[in-house]
């Protein structure tokens, strides 16, 4: 019997009708492997994977594969984003032994979950030297019956080797002037200054990365680090990867020119981009990069904000196309015909030049991504707002594309984070209560009694996986930023608890090296262990900022020695990997800045100068920098502690590295005291 009704992952239950008996990851279907005597096969994916719709399709639902599979094997699903410890130690695995890895991801494992052989999509019939599905599942049991010892040593010698993969991490070491030059010279040198972006296809935003250039720029005065932010930030929003329509950034490009992206729209890639956009034009004032943040925000309270307050993981790649055919990009893609039909020819012309898409087509079937090809010219503003929002309209009729609804406790702290600054920093108050109300969830279902955080929930029952490392990182990062933003305390002290779980229970006490999962976590084949970024900040990078973050509100000596152990790696990885540690790299240009403290008091709340004064340090670029914001005798904030008000008047105090500048009642000062 298939045992995935009833769970919390729409990934699983994509897969709950399916002929293959599947399990979810238990230790009881691991039992059933032994009591069976037969092999676990291990399938991994996410619901807007195209490839793990793609092979679902192809053999999951055929019942001769499934009878095979039911028949010899147990079968395991696993959201990877709902189990990201469990797709972490097997990636590793199958990137050790094939050198390369990707989802869907299938594994095969001995009842004790040790992994002997490997591989990602596997065709139904033998493709492109592939063998198929069914060869390699009959290869598998074959090897299983027949030369078991055989299978029994390959797989301990993986798990021992894996073993000895573990980061050796010792002494406090912290990235200086010399490690971020360094790191600063390699990105220059895998630039691509036609483009934008680092290497070639596929070519992925680097968010992480941007935010590294932008605060080394604010920090040095760099303009080359700010010329390669700005720019890879005006080729992205340019090209198909953005949603020229509706907003929103897909996964990645296909090619090395931002054209054609695959199309699945994850909630990280937007909370991230939103950030860096309104950061950029923060530092330099640019229209675009206000444009695109605020669609950005936009974007995401539309199209991914739950009933429940939270934000959906995801928007799948593909959508029916008006056949039946679920097809990548359906919803997104136009031909020269389909503008005629919804704006008429002489505005479909207009619209053809203006969004690039041409007769050939630039995707496939002659279909086209709109983006913003570099033109001569001059467009009437008002004529392509009309064109924009007719084929917006349009396309609100075509099939939309499925979405991940579950509430990714990690994800919705990085939401909160880009929706609270850019509430602050747009005047746009809707958008800060989008993040109060996500951070409200959070609190309220995703935390228990003794501020544990439980990693998803969906339509408001919360998952039975437990919260890992970047969950209590980013849900802290978020709550920081919230508390700035609000000026209300509560925020701060919730990132404390949360804190405080990553100091007791995700680090090392003797060398201050940090793990994904919490010493208490199930015990899996070895213990995730992983500082490079991926997709978002690894959780390494985002406690250590986090706790730096803490510390300077509070003058915690605890998290401020725990962030500098923490950035011990980024010294050791940065110069070498700089595109793969950028979240480190940014926490380090934080440390070297101080980062600094700023505490704003006013009369009141309601008082016109002091909002004046508060939104001017949240603007300041200094890289890192607290901002807490209250009343005279205000106990929200540490930093508000002794903190006077000056004739009456509104005043801020900046200090940095136990040193405070004179206050000020003059945002002109304040501004130029933060880089502003």
């Given at each position: 019997?298939?045992?995935?009704?009833?769970?919390?992952?729409?990934?699983?239950?994509?897969?709950?009708?399916?002929?293959?008996?599947?399990?979810?990851?238990?230790?009881?279907?691991?039992?059933?492997?032994?009591?069976?005597?037969?092999?676990?096969?291990?399938?991994?994916?996410?619901?807007?994977?195209?490839?793990?719709?793609?092979?679902?399709?192809?053999?999951?639902?055929?019942?001769?594969?499934?009878?095979?599979?039911?028949?010899?094997?147990?079968?395991?699903?696993?959201?990877?984003?709902?189990?990201?410890?469990?797709?972490?130690?097997?990636?590793?695995?199958?990137?050790?032994?094939?050198?390369?890895?990707?989802?869907?991801?299938?594994?095969?494992?001995?009842?004790?979950?040790?992994?002997?052989?490997?591989?990602?999509?596997?065709?139904?019939?033998?493709?492109?030297?592939?063998?198929?599905?069914?060869?390699?599942?009959?290869?598998?049991?074959?090897?299983?019956?027949?030369?078991?010892?055989?299978?029994?040593?390959?797989?301990?010698?993986?798990?021992?080797?894996?073993?000895?993969?573990?980061?050796?991490?010792?002494?406090?070491?912290?990235?200086?002037?010399?490690?971020?030059?360094?790191?600063?010279?390699?990105?220059?040198?895998?630039?691509?200054?036609?483009?934008?972006?680092?290497?070639?296809?596929?070519?992925?935003?680097?968010?992480?990365?941007?935010?590294?250039?932008?605060?080394?720029?604010?920090?040095?005065?760099?303009?080359?680090?700010?010329?390669?932010?700005?720019?890879?930030?005006?080729?992205?929003?340019?090209?198909?990867?953005?949603?020229q329509l509706g907003g929103g950034f897909a996964r990645y490009s296909v090619d090395r020119d931002w054209i054609v992206p695959h199309f699945e729209k994850m909630l990280y890639d937007n909370a991230l981009l939103c950030r860096v956009y309104a950061h950029l034009w923060r530092a330099t004032g640019s229209e675009l990069a206000r444009r695109v943040a605020l669609e950005t925000a936009d974007f995401m309270v539309r199209e991914l904000r739950t009933g429940e307050?939270?934000?959906?993981?995801?928007?799948?790649?593909?959508?029916?196309?008006?056949?039946?055919?679920?097809?990548?990009?359906?919803?997104?893609?136009?031909?020269?015909?389909?503008?005629?039909?919804?704006?008429?020819?002489?505005?479909?012309?207009?619209?053809?030049?203006?969004?690039?898409?041409?007769?050939?087509?630039?995707?496939?079937?002659?279909?086209?991504?709109?983006?913003?090809?570099?033109?001569?010219?001059?467009?009437?503003?008002?004529?392509?707002?009309?064109?924009?929002?007719?084929?917006?309209?349009?396309?609100?009729?075509?099939?939309?594309?499925?979405?991940?609804?579950?509430?990714?406790?990690?994800?919705?702290?990085?939401?909160?984070?880009?929706?609270?600054?850019?509430?602050?920093?747009?005047?746009?108050?809707?958008?800060?209560?989008?993040?109060?109300?996500?951070?409200?969830?959070?609190?309220?279902?995703?935390?228990?009694?003794?501020?544990?955080?439980?990693?998803?929930?969906?339509?408001?029952?919360?998952?039975?996986?437990?919260?890992?490392?970047?969950?209590?990182?980013?849900?802290?990062?978020?709550?920081?930023?919230?508390?700035?933003?609000?000026?209300?305390?509560?925020?701060?002290?919730?990132?404390?608890?949360?804190?405080?779980?990553?100091?007791?229970?995700?680090?090392?006490?003797?060398?201050?090296?940090?793990?994904?999962?919490?010493?208490?976590?199930?015990?899996?084949?070895?213990?995730?262990?992983?500082?490079?970024?991926?997709?978002?900040?690894?959780?390494?990078?985002?406690?250590?900022?986090?706790?730096?973050?803490?510390?300077?509100?509070?003058?915690?000596?605890?998290?401020?020695?725990?962030?500098?152990?923490?950035?011990?790696?980024?010294?050791?990885?940065?110069?070498?990997?700089?595109?793969?540690?950028?979240?480190?790299?940014?926490?380090?240009?934080?440390?070297?800045?101080?980062?600094?403290?700023?505490?704003?008091?006013?009369?009141?709340?309601?008082?016109?100068?002091?909002?004046?004064?508060?939104?001017?340090?949240?603007?300041?670029?200094?890289?890192?920098?607290?901002?807490?914001?209250?009343?005279?005798?205000?106990?929200?904030?540490?930093?508000?502690?002794?903190?006077?008000?000056?004739?009456?008047?509104?005043?801020?105090?900046?200090?940095?590295?136990?040193?405070?500048?004179?206050?000020?009642?003059?945002?002109?000062?304040?501004?130029?005291?933060?880089?502003?």
């Amino acid at each position: 019997m298939n045992r995935l009704a009833g769970v919390t992952s729409p990934y699983l239950l994509q897969h709950a009708d399916n002929p293959v008996d599947w399990w979810p990851w238990t230790p009881e279907a691991f039992a059933e492997a032994r009591r069976r005597d037969v092999p676990v096969l291990l399938s991994v994916g996410y619901s807007a994977c195209h490839w793990c719709h793609v092979m679902a399709h192809e053999s999951f639902e055929d019942q001769v594969t499934a009878g095979y599979l039911n028949e010899h094997f147990v079968s395991v699903k696993v959201d990877r984003e709902e189990r990201p410890d469990v797709d972490a130690v097997y990636m590793e695995a199958v990137q050790a032994a094939t050198g390369q890895g990707g989802w869907p991801m299938t594994v095969f494992l001995t009842p004790d979950a040790e992994p002997f052989y490997f591989g990602t999509y596997f065709p139904p019939a033998p493709r492109h030297g592939m063998p198929s599905f069914r060869q390699v599942l009959e290869g598998v049991q074959q090897a299983w019956a027949t030369r078991r010892d055989e299978v029994t040593e390959v797989a301990g010698k993986i798990v021992r080797d894996l073993a000895q993969r573990e980061i050796g991490y010792g002494g406090v070491q912290l990235p200086g002037e010399e490690e971020l030059a360094q790191a600063l010279l390699g990105l220059t040198r895998e630039y691509d200054p036609q483009r934008g972006g680092f290497g070639g296809a596929p070519k992925f935003p680097p968010s992480m990365v941007l935010e590294f250039l932008l605060r080394h720029h604010a920090r040095t005065g760099s303009e080359g680090a700010l010329q390669m932010a700005r720019d890879t930030c005006e080729r992205m929003a340019r090209g198909g990867i953005y949603d020229q329509l509706g907003g929103g950034f897909a996964r990645y490009s296909v090619d090395r020119d931002w054209i054609v992206p695959h199309f699945e729209k994850m909630l990280y890639d937007n909370a991230l981009l939103c950030r860096v956009y309104a950061h950029l034009w923060r530092a330099t004032g640019s229209e675009l990069a206000r444009r695109v943040a605020l669609e950005t925000a936009d974007f995401m309270v539309r199209e991914l904000r739950t009933g429940e307050g939270g934000f959906a993981s995801a928007l799948d790649a593909d959508s029916d196309d008006g056949t039946g055919r679920h097809v990548e990009g359906a919803s997104y893609v136009w031909t020269p015909e389909q503008l005629r039909d919804a704006l008429g020819e002489e505005d479909a012309q207009l619209a053809a030049q203006y969004f690039g898409v041409t007769e050939q087509g630039t995707f496939e079937h002659g279909a086209s991504v709109l983006r913003l090809p570099q033109q001569e010219g001059v467009f009437d503003a008002e004529r392509i707002e009309s064109v924009r929002r007719r084929l917006l309209e349009r396309r609100a009729g075509r099939p939309a594309p499925g979405r991940d609804d579950k509430i990714v406790a990690a994800w919705n702290g990085l939401a909160i984070a880009a929706l609270a600054e850019a509430g602050a920093y747009f005047d746009r108050p809707d958008l800060v209560e989008a993040a109060l109300g996500a951070a409200d969830l959070l609190v309220r279902l995703h935390m228990d009694e003794h501020a544990g955080l439980a990693r998803t929930s969906r339509d408001g029952q919360v998952g039975a996986n437990a919260g890992v490392l970047e969950d209590y990182a980013d849900v802290a990062e978020g709550f920081l930023a919230l508390a700035s933003v609000t000026g209300e305390g509560v925020w701060l002290d919730f990132a404390g608890l949360l804190l405080d779980h990553v100091l007791t229970r995700f680090t090392d006490p003797d060398s201050g090296a940090l793990y994904d999962t919490a010493a208490d976590a199930e015990q899996l084949i070895r213990r995730p262990q992983d500082p490079t970024d991926n997709a978002t900040p690894s959780g390494w990078s985002a406690a250590a900022g986090a706790l730096l973050g803490y510390a300077a509100h509070t003058g915690s000596e605890a998290h401020r020695t725990a962030a500098e152990k923490a950035l011990g790696v980024v010294k050791a990885l940065g110069p070498r990997v700089p595109r793969f540690i950028g979240w480190g790299l940014a926490v380090a240009e934080a440390a070297l800045d101080g980062p600094r403290e700023v505490a704003v008091v006013a009369p009141s709340f309601a008082d016109e100068a002091g909002r004046v004064l508060h939104r001017t340090a949240l603007l300041g670029t200094a890289p890192g920098a607290v901002v807490a914001y209250g009343t005279e005798g205000g106990e929200e904030f540490p930093l508000l502690a002794d903190r006077p008000l000056v004739d009456g008047a509104p005043v801020a105090y900046v200090c940095r590295d136990f040193t405070c500048d004179a206050p000020t009642t003059d945002p002109e000062r304040l501004r130029a005291a933060l880089g502003g």
